[in-house]
T-cell receptor, first 114, second 116 residues
């Protein structure tokens, strides 16, 4: 079975600083990879997804992620964060040849300090 | 586009009572998903439907949980009887594809359930 590990439960950063949220996955078969964001008291919103092609994926709100197959990682980055980026971020995988079952990591809470 | 609509947004009930959560997917979407979010277990898929047909209910915790999708624009998740450990945020999501794994899932705002 596949699994997702988000290595940091909380990440505090200062406004305008860069940030990286780490995600590693485990699967014996090929997967697609996703990052979702959850703002307080809201549902999840897709930030970006990797399906194939270039390993660097750009998403909304200035976020990007890089797929590294050898390290089974899909880390999320932003060069300069804003207060409005304060949220919980979830990494998720879905089997390429499987059912529509997203498997989520435990989430990383990003806190932006002024 | 109204997005995925869930009701109620908050539900407080007593142990043993029946609880019904409701979801209206985005119009034209063929797949519907029910998730549960708790501090201990994170986000878990409970069940999903394609074209109103349940495809995978392996995430449903036990027989006290049931889900239906009588038509393309409405789904319910029912817990009977409810227990305190069912307290969680329940999300409904929908996607366009009706079976395509790469389609984006759009989430509703969730229902926060508290069972006393």
């Amino acid at each position: 079975a596949q699994s997702v590990t988000q290595l940091d439960s909380q990440v505090p950063v200062f406004e305008e600083a860069p940030v990286e949220l780490r995600c590693n996955y485990s699967s014996s078969v090929s997967v697609y990879l996703f990052w979702y964001v959850q703002y307080p008291n809201q549902g999840l919103q897709l930030l970006l997804k990797y399906l194939s092609g270039s390993t660097l994926v750009k998403g909304i709100n200035g976020f990007e992620a890089e797929f590294n197959k050898s390290q089974t990682s899909f880390h999320l980055r932003k060069p300069s964060v804003h207060i409005s980026d304060t949220a919980e971020y979830f990494c998720a995988v879905i089997l390429v040849q499987g059912a529509q079952k997203l498997v989520f990591g435990q989430g990383t809470r990003l806190t932006i300090n002024p | 586009d109204a997005g995925v609509i869930q009701s109620p947004r908050h539900e407080v009930t007593e142990m043993g009572q029946e609880v019904t959560l409701r979801c209206k997917p985005i119009s034209g979407h063929n797949s519907l998903f029910w998730y549960r979010q708790t501090m201990m277990r994170g986000l878990e898929l409970l069940i999903y439907f394609n074209n109103n047909v349940p495809i995978d209910d392996s995430g449903m915790p036990e027989d006290r949980f049931s889900a239906k999708m009588p038509n393309a624009s409405f789904s319910t998740l029912k817990i009977q009887p409810s227990e305190p450990r069912d307290s969680a945020v329940y999300f409904c999501a929908s996607s366009r594809g009706g079976g395509t794994v790469t389609d984006t899932q759009y989430f509703g705002p969730g229902t926060r359930l508290t069972v006393l």
